[in-house]
Structure formats: C-alpha cells, structure tokens
C-alpha cells in the first residue's frame, strides 16, 4: 500500500486520526449546545405560564433599550420559547452521528439565523458595559436581564459551533482543526498574515475613533453634541465616565497589534517572568472573539434604535450615537484579525497531523 493510501485508510469518517488517549472535545459542543437551548427553551416556557421572572420586554430591567420595549410577557415569552425549543432541536440534528436527510446548508441556516435573532433582538450593549464596570470593579449595573443575554449568547454561539462542526463531519474535513487533503488555500499561515494585518489595522483605528469624541468631552470640547447636553453631563460627570470607558477601548484596541506583532507571539522582555516565552494562543484568541461578539451586538443595537426612531429627538447630539453605529466594523474586523491569529499559530493538529 502506498503512503498516500496509508495515509487517507487510517483517517475516520470525520476526517480525523484517532489518537489513542485523545478526547474529542469537538464532540460534545453539539450536545452543549442541545441542553442549553432545550434548558432555556423551557424556562421561557415556564415564563410563558406565568412564571416569575420573565427578563425581556416591558419586564425589562431597562426596556428602552429592548427591540420589545412595548411587548409584554403574555405576548413575547411563548414567541421566545418556540424559538429556543426548535434551535435545540436543530442542535440536537446537529450533534448526534451521521448525516442528516435534512440539507446541511439548511441546518447550518437555521443555526446563522438563530444566532442573529438573539444578536439583534435581546442582546444589547449592556453587555460590553458590563464587562468594562467588572474591570473598574463596579457590580451593581449586573442585572437579571444582562445575566439571561449572557445565557443566550453563549447558547446561540456554542450552536454555531456545532454547525461547523457538524459542516466539517459531513463533508470529510477534520472536526477539530477544518483542515483537508486539498490544501489550506486562505486559511494557510502565509495568506491569513495578509488579510489579517489589514483586518487587525481596521479593529485598531474604529475604537479610537469613537473615543476621541469622549475625550473631547472631557477636555471641554462638545463635538457632535450640543450646548446643554454637554453641560448637563459636565454636571453629572457623565464626561469623565466616558472617557474612562473610551480610554478601556482604546487600550483594548492598541492589544489587537499583538495580534499582528512579535510582541502577541512571544512575551516582550519586560515581562518579568514570561519574557521570551510562547504566549499561549487562547491567552489572545479568546478574550478577542468575546470582545468582538459584544462590540457589533451593541453596535446592532445602536443601529436598531436608530431605525425604530430612538434618536428622532437627538439630531443635534449626533455624537452620542453615530460613533456606536460603526462598531459593527470593529467586531467583524476584530474577529477576521483573531481568526487569522489561529491559523498562524495553531501549528499541527493533534487528531490528523495536518499542518
């Protein structure tokens, strides 16, 4: 037997090489993703029967900033609960062996359409806003209502990820790393260092966009907003808070370099204790995909409030909202530069050596 054929007969039907003592952690996203939507499915169920503690709509914590400001429990949580329901049985389609009958191109639209629901509809800024308070140590804004997005989120996301999953089982890729015997085309390292740069370059220059308008604020500048706005957030030290926001932004965006430069490869010498070592690549990967999902979810929100008419009122103020609008290219470019990141540094797979 050749070596080529040697090489594809030891593969399984999922495109990997069994290692022996390896988990396949890939295996269980799909059936995480099952018992996360059915738990949450259930629970708007129980809402929807009246329940206490229903978190969208007109119960929310804070309902001008829901798509369903003016909708009401009896109307929204049955709504709500459907849609859980059947995502949890698509990811349970998508996690359990074997192909489907059911087109992969309609499972995998069925889990994208999912995710932008609970994206565009109950998710909000407030989850980025917290995040940054968790940093500055203030946990009072963490509310019912931001811990039940944080839940859908993370459902939606992890039933995503079984769609990729379950795209890579099916048509004979590794489940672990996507990689196949045809070649690795723009996921090669040498290709994602270009699109990457100009991805990773775009994420840096957005951000410090949005935060010069805060840090004129502050400096006694009132760009893009009027005379008395200014002057009533002067009075409340508004101004300051926002910069101190904006200036967390732009720190974090000046980090997205690392994923360009030496320095996001190897720790610089100043680091006592870690110079000249590997950083490891969940150390940039995953706090760059979480800032990316929460930046174009409050982004979308923005833009969502701009359509259902929030912002009639506040032309005059446009500073206050427009630079939020863009931050949906400071997402998709965050994440296509955190992407890029992976493929160079992910080195040879573990369950089919490829690469």
Same mark, same amino acid.
């Given at each position: 037997?050749?070596?080529?054929?040697?090489?594809v007969?030891?593969?399984?039907?999922?495109?990997?090489?069994?290692?022996?003592?390896?988990?396949n952690?890939t295996?269980?996203i799909g059936?995480?993703?099952?018992?996360a939507?059915?738990?949450?499915?259930?629970?708007?169920t129980?809402?929807?029967l009246?329940g206490d503690?229903?978190?969208?709509?007109?119960?929310?914590a804070?309902p001008?900033?829901s798509?369903?400001?003016?909708v009401g429990?009896?109307?929204l949580?049955?709504?709500i609960?459907?849609g859980?329901?059947g995502?949890?049985?698509v990811a349970? !389609?998508?996690? &359990?062996?074997?192909? $489907?009958?059911i087109?992969t191109?309609?499972?995998?639209?069925?889990s994208v #359409? +999912? %995710?932008?629901?609970? !994206?565009?509809? &109950?998710a909000?800024? $407030?989850?980025?806003g917290?995040?940054a308070?968790?940093?500055m140590?203030? #946990? +009072? %804004?963490i509310?019912?209502?931001?811990i039940?997005?944080l839940?859908?989120?993370?459902?939606?996301?992890?039933?995503?990820a079984?769609a990729v999953?379950y795209?890579r089982r099916?048509?004979g890729?590794?489940?672990?790393?996507?990689?196949?015997?045809?070649?690795?085309?723009?996921?090669?390292?040498?290709v994602a260092?270009?699109w990457?740069?100009?991805?990773?370059?775009?994420a840096?220059?957005?951000?410090l966009l949005?935060a010069s308008?805060?840090?004129a604020w502050?400096l006694?500048?009132?760009?893009?907003?009027?005379?008395?706005?200014?002057?009533?957030g002067?009075k409340?030290?508004?101004?300051?808070?926002?910069?101190?926001?904006?200036?967390?932004?732009?720190l974090?965006?000046?980090?997205?370099l690392?994923?360009?430069?030496?320095w996001?490869?190897?720790?610089p010498?100043w680091?006592v204790?870690l110079r000249?070592r590997?950083?490891p690549?969940?150390?940039?990967v995953v706090?760059?995909t979480?800032v990316?999902?929460?930046v174009?979810?409050a982004?979308?929100?923005?833009?969502r409030?701009?359509?259902?008419g929030?912002?009639?009122?506040q032309?005059?103020?446009w500073?206050?909202t427009v630079p939020e609008m863009?931050?949906?290219v400071?997402?998709?470019?965050l994440?296509?530069?955190t992407l890029?990141?992976?493929?160079?540094?992910?080195?040879?797979?573990?369950?089919?050596?490829r690469?």
């Open positions: 037997m050749s070596q080529a054929a040697e090489h007969s030891s593969r399984t039907t999922d495109g990997a090489r069994p290692v022996r003592g390896h988990f952690r295996a269980l059936y995480a993703a099952f018992l939507l059915l738990l949450y499915g259930l629970a708007h129980y809402w929807a009246g503690g229903f978190p969208f709509g007109t119960d929310d804070n001008e900033y798509a369903f400001q003016h429990r009896d109307r949580a049955p709504w609960a459907g859980f329901l995502s949890a049985a349970l !389609l998508l996690a &359990l062996p074997g192909r $489907r009958r087109p191109s309609v499972l995998i639209g069925a #359409f +999912s %995710a932008a629901a609970v !994206l565009c509809t &109950l909000d800024f $407030r989850l980025l917290n995040l308070y968790v940093f140590l203030k #946990f +009072s %804004a509310n019912w209502t931001v039940n997005q839940f859908a989120v993370v459902s939606v996301s992890l039933m995503v079984s999953v795209q099916t048509s890729a590794c489940t672990r790393c996507g990689r196949t015997d045809a070649g690795a085309g723009w996921t090669s390292p040498e260092v270009r990457g740069k100009r991805a990773a370059y775009t840096v220059v957005v951000p949005y308008t805060r840090w502050v006694g500048f009132p760009l893009g907003i009027s005379d008395e706005l200014w002057e009533e002067k409340d030290h508004l101004w300051i808070a926002g910069a101190a926001l904006a200036t967390m932004g732009a974090g965006s000046l980090l997205t690392g994923l360009v430069q030496r996001g490869e190897v720790f010498r680091m204790g000249g590997r950083v690549i969940s150390l940039a706090p760059a979480l990316s999902i929460m174009t979810i982004g979308v929100m923005y833009i409030l701009h359509f259902q929030a912002f009639d009122n032309k005059d103020d500073g206050a863009v931050w949906p400071w997402g998709i470019a994440a296509a530069a890029a990141y992976y493929f160079r540094r992910r080195g040879v797979c573990k369950s089919c050596t690469g």
